[in-house]
């Protein structure tokens, strides 16, 4: 797959402090890329370099096909966590300038705004200033101003913060659609349910080194335990429990179902299969539930930080 983004070999220090250890990432064309990593990991000194707000020490940046140069600029967009809007200025005034920054005409400017503001339902915000509205109104603005210049590339570090469920759908989706019409995400957040919804490829730095990067099904395949979440009303629980635990490794299990039965992990032996499992637990009584328990991204980051 082609990559729009590709870091090579990259060191950022900060006198004795590594906050980049030699770190090489590609993000794919059309994705959305998640970019995680615990707190200090080096994130924020990766996307500051992609900005071009700092410079790396060594290693290079290409943006499509071409070495990052202040041209590329107005080819990324970026909503950073700690959001930037001047809280004094009237709304519409603020967006125009900013649009105009990025390298948009007055008058594309205004058309992009215009449309965005419907889009979002926002058009009777143009003359407030950013100090009236409340966190959610004025994460929409920042999010507007950040993708219309229609950037090849967009960077968005916890995008949902400060929005209620309903607004975050609104943006979720929204950055979906931009996703569909061609413009690659880079999405950095601790929200991991986040990622599951949205993400296709995935990057896990820490303590300055990226430990995995891939598609996201890739990634969970290579962290799969080839174990099954089982509910099962026995014939007889008591011959079940003496017999599977000598069969296979099992331990109680928490998921949510409608039905009052025993609940449990079944992990397989090398060379066991799913269908022979099931086989064994239909002899024993009524299956009600027979699943893979797939790593959530959130145990495949929890794991490899803790490891």
Request: aromatic share 8%; glycine share 6%; charged share 25%.
């Amino acid at each position: 797959m082609e990559s729009i983004l590709q870091v090579n070999n990259v060191v950022k220090q900060y006198g004795n402090y590594t906050a980049l250890n030699n770190v090489s990432l590609q993000v794919p064309k059309g994705s959305i890329y998640g970019l995680l990593g615990p707190n200090g990991a080096g994130k924020t000194s990766l996307i500051r370099i992609i900005n071009q707000i700092t410079m790396p020490d060594s290693g290079e940046v290409w943006l499509d096909g071409e070495r990052l140069n202040p041209s590329h600029i107005s080819h990324i967009g970026y909503m950073p966590e700690e959001r930037g809007l001047y809280k004094s200025m009237k709304v519409g005034e603020q967006a125009l300038y900013l649009a105009q920054l990025k390298g948009l005409s007055k008058t594309e400017a205004k058309a992009q705004l215009e449309y965005w503001f419907k889009k979002l339902e926002i058009e009777g915000w143009w003359n407030k200033k950013i100090q009236e509205l409340s966190k959610g109104m004025a994460q929409k603005i920042q999010f507007v101003v950040t993708v219309l210049h229609r950037p090849k590339l967009l960077i968005l570090d916890e995008p949902f913060s400060g929005f209620d469920p309903v607004n975050a759908n609104i943006i979720k989706d929204e950055i979906l659609e931009l996703r569909d019409k061609g413009t690659t995400v880079i999405f950095s957040t601790h929200r991991m349910e986040s990622v599951e919804d949205m993400c296709d490829h995935i990057a896990l730095i820490h303590k300055s080194n990226k430990l995995i990067e891939g598609r996201l099904h890739d990634v969970k395949r290579q962290y799969r335990s080839n174990t099954f979440e089982v509910g099962i009303v026995p014939y007889n629980l008591q011959a079940l429990l003496a017999d599977i635990n000598l069969k296979y490794e099992t331990r109680q299990a928490s998921f949510k179902t409608l039905d009052d039965e025993l609940k449990l992990e079944v992990k397989l032996p090398d060379g066991g299969n799913s269908r022979d499992l099931l086989q064994y637990l239909l002899q024993h009584g009524n299956v009600t539930y027979f699943v893979e328990k797939i790593p959530s991204v959130n145990d495949i980051f929890i794991k490899t930080v803790s490891q």
